[in-house]
C-alpha cells in the first residue's frame, strides 16, 4: 500500500492523472532540448524594468495594504482598472461583473467548485485544454464532447449533446483555441448564444489568448453578442507574465455571490501585492504597446515555423496556421502515432505534445501541438528541422 492509501486519500484524487504535458515539460527540460512543448510566453518580452518599477510604486503608494489581506471579489481600484482592460472584448462590463483570480486555472476551478457534481455533464470542443479537464475532473466531470472545423466548434452538435445528457455547462475557447490555434467564426458564435439562451445553459468562455492576434478583424466576444449566459475569463498570464498569478472572471452580477463563497473556500483572495503590482503597471498606460511588441514576436516566429513545417516535414503532413496565439496544431501524415515518436524526437532533443491527451473522450492519436511563443526564431527552425527528419523516417 503506497502511503496515500495508507491514509485514506480519497478515491477520486488517488486516480487522477498528473497532467502529462507537465511530464513532457520534465523530459524537455533537459539541456540542449529545443521545446516546442509548453504554452510559455517568451521571457524576453517580460516588462522586467517596468514590472520593477511597478513593484517599488506598489509599495511606496499603497504602504502595507499592498501587503495586507484584501476582499475576496479583488483589490477595488484593481478591478476597476481590469474593467477598463476588458472593455475592448466585453464592452457592457462593470467593476460588479469581475472577480480576480489567481489564474485563469483557477477561474476553471471555481467554476467546477459552482456547477459540478460527481457524475455531471460538461459540453466542450475535442480537442480541448487538458487544464481543463484537469480542473473539471477533479470534480468529477464527464465530457459530452463535440467536434472542430475550420470555424471552431461544431455548434451543430451540441443541441444532440444538450438533449441527450443535460449538461451542466458549454466549455469552449473562441480565440486561438489551445491546441488547435482555430478562431470561432461569428456565425457559429451567434449560433452558440442562441443555443445556450434556448436551453439556459452557461457558457464559460476561456480567453487567454483574445488580445494575441496577428492579422483579421477580432470576432466579437460571445458575451458582446448578447450572451447574458456566458462566463468569460480572462489573463495576464499571456500579455504580462503567467508567474504573477493574476487574472479575471467576468460574470453576469446574479452568479458573483456564489463565485465570492467559491473563491473564498479556495485562497480568500488572489495575492493583494500581485494585484497592487499590475494595477501600477496598468497606470503607467504601456499595456497595448507592449501586446503589440508581443504580437510582433510571435507573428513572425509563427511564420518561421509554418514555412519551417512547409520545407521539412513530409507531404500529407497538414497544419493549422492560426492568426494568433501561441500554438499550431499538426496531423501527421498516415495516420502515425505521434505520441510513438515523441521518445525518438527527445532522444534528437526536440519537444513536442502530443494530440490525444487535449481529447476527453479519446482520439487524436496522429496530432501534435506545437508551441512558437518560447523558442528563438533559430532555434524553432533547428527544432522544426529535426522534427521534421524523425518524421520522414519513421514514415
Ligand atoms: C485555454 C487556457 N485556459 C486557461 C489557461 C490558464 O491560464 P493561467 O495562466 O491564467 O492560469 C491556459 C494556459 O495555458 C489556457 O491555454
Avoid at 76 to 82: D, I, L
Avoid at 120 to 146: H, I, K, W
Avoid at 193 to 207: G, R, T
Wanted: include cysteine; glycine fraction near 8%.
Amino acid at each position: 500500500m503506497t502511503l496515500p492509501e495508507k491514509w485514506g486519500v480519497v478515491s477520486h484524487v488517488l486516480t487522477l492523472e498528473n497532467s502529462i504535458i507537465r511530464e513532457i515539460l520534465k523530459l524537455s527540460s533537459q539541456p540542449g532540448v529545443i521545446s516546442f512543448a509548453g504554452g510559455l510566453p517568451a521571457p524576453e518580452l517580460f516588462p522586467l524594468e517596468d514590472l520593477k518599477e511597478a513593484s517599488v510604486r506598489a509599495i511606496d503608494k499603497h504602504g502595507p495594504i499592498a501587503l495586507q489581506y484584501s476582499l475576496s471579489m479583488g483589490v477595488t481600484e484593481f478591478r476597476k482598472a481590469v474593467a477598463e482592460v476588458t472593455r475592448h472584448q466585453i464592452p457592457d462590463v462593470k467593476m460588479e461583473n469581475i472577480l480576480i483570480t489567481s489564474g485563469s486555472q483557477q477561474g476553471l476551478d471555481l467554476v467546477g467548485r459552482a456547477f459540478i457534481d460527481p457524475g455531471d455533464y460538461v459540453v466542450c470542443e475535442s480537442p480541448t485544454y487538458t487544464g481543463a479537464l484537469q480542473a473539471f475532473n477533479f470534480y468529477q466531470a464527464r465530457y459530452m464532447t463535440v467536434g472542430m472545423d475550420d470555424d471552431g466548434m461544431i455548434v451543430d452538435e451540441v443541441e444532440a449533446a444538450i438533449k441527450k445528457r443535460r449538461p451542466k455547462f458549454i466549455y469552449v475557447i473562441p480565440n486561438f483555441h489551445n491546441p488547435t490555434g482555430i478562431t470561432m467564426s461569428l456565425k457559429r458564435r451567434l449560433q452558440l448564444i442562441e443555443l445556450a439562451n434556448k436551453y439556459e445553459l452557461p457558457s464559460i468562455d476561456d480567453n487567454p489568448y483574445g488580445d494575441l492576434r496577428f492579422e483579421g478583424d477580432p470576432v466579437p466576444s460571445l458575451r458582446a453578442l448578447g450572451g447574458d449566459t456566458v462566463i468569460s475569463l480572462m489573463t495576464f498570464s499571456k500579455i504580462v507574465t503567467p508567474g504573477l498569478r493574476i487574472a479575471w472572471l467576468v460574470s453576469p452580477e446574479g452568479m458573483m455571490p456564489i463565485f465570492e463563497r467559491v473563491k473564498q473556500s479556495c485562497d480568500l483572495h488572489t495575492s493583494t501585492f500581485g494585484q497592487m503590482v499590475l494595477l501600477e503597471y496598468l497606470k503607467m498606460g504601456k499595456l497595448d504597446q507592449h501586446i503589440e511588441k508581443i504580437r510582433r514576436t510571435y507573428s513572425a516566429r509563427r511564420d518561421i515555423m509554418v514555412n519551417a513545417i512547409a520545407e521539412y516535414f513530409p507531404s500529407g503532413t497538414k497544419v493549422v496556421k492560426p492568426k494568433g496565439g501561441l500554438f499550431l496544431w499538426l496531423t501527421l501524415p498516415n495516420k502515425m502515432s505521434a505520441k510513438d515518436l515523441l521518445p525518438k524526437a527527445i532522444a534528437a532533443k526536440v519537444a513536442y505534445v502530443y494530440g490525444s491527451p487535449f481529447h476527453p473522450n479519446g482520439g487524436g492519436e496522429d496530432t501534435m501541438r506545437l508551441n512558437f511563443s518560447t523558442a528563438n526564431e533559430k532555434d524553432i527552425l533547428e527544432g522544426i528541422k529535426r522534427l521534421g527528419r524523425i518524421v520522414t523516417e519513421n514514415m
